[in-house]
């Protein structure tokens, strides 16, 4: 018996360049993913993601008309079931922490390899987040709480939750996510099941109205669960 394989997920490329465009449509295609349209400017993004209802917006943060951190709030508002993938030059961008704060649920440089894009694409369609997490965490470290030499950016939205609702081990489990470790590692971390490790991370999600772990990373780090440096609540015995 075989199994059901999941459709493919749809998406909309937007970025101002068409090389860009034409190049990411190309890779995408080829590895059986469905590129359902394209747009030049943050605001034909808004208007593509209502019309076409994709499963994932790839967006540039830096377009013209509107850009892609706009473009993303207002997409994420009007289909909050869509997964936005921002594309940037630098892996320093400043824009890239406000992106996360707006519901984003990942990032990639535009030099990213085939594979990498595709499997990108399939992941946060799933419902996970797309974090690289040496590069997350030096962005969240540098541009959360104001950190010194950030750089002028447009303020991200805060995220702020009423950490109470928490049980001791689920704020265990939030700041080790701000830390950047996946499941498995927070397995291994608390001599947990990943099964269990699972649930407490749907129940975190859920009693803080989290999208997903990019959004976690991000609350971590602005409620002080995790501080700039990469500690939780105390020094962080991995340096």
């Not at 943050?42 to 951190?69: H, K, T, Y």
């Not at 320093?92 to 499997?119: C, E, I, N, Q, R």
């Amino acid at each position: 018996m075989t199994t059901p394989t999941a459709p493919a997920p749809r998406v909309v490329i937007a970025d101002d360049q068409e090389l860009v465009r034409t190049g990411f449509r190309l890779i995408l295609t080829a590895r059986g993913i469905d590129v359902v349209g394209e747009a030049g400017d943050g605001a034909e993004a808004v208007a593509a993601a209502r019309g076409l209802r994709p499963d994932v917006v790839l967006m540039d943060i830096r377009m013209p008309v509107m850009d892609g951190l706009e473009a993303a709030r207002r997409i994420l508002a009007q289909s909050p079931d869509c997964r936005v993938i921002m594309l940037t030059t630098f892996d320093l961008d400043h824009y890239v922490y406000a992106a996360l704060a707006a519901g984003a649920s990942g990032f990639l440089l535009k030099d990213v390899t085939p594979a990498h894009l595709a499997a990108a694409v399939h992941l946060v369609n799933t419902g996970d987040a797309l974090l690289a997490p040496s590069i997350t965490r030096r962005l969240v470290e540098r541009f959360a709480l104001g950190a010194p030499g950030a750089g002028p950016g447009p303020a991200a939205p805060a995220v702020h939750r009423d950490l109470a609702v928490l049980t001791p081990r689920e704020r265990e489990v939030l700041a080790l996510m701000g830390r950047g470790l996946s499941n498995a590692e927070l397995a291994q971390e608390l001599t947990l099941s990943e099964a269990t490790v699972k649930t407490h991370v749907a129940r975190i999600f859920a009693k803080l109205g989290l999208r997903d772990r990019a959004q976690a990373v991000v609350l971590a780090y602005e409620t002080g669960i995790v501080s700039p440096g990469g500690s939780a609540g105390t020094a962080d015995p991995r340096g």
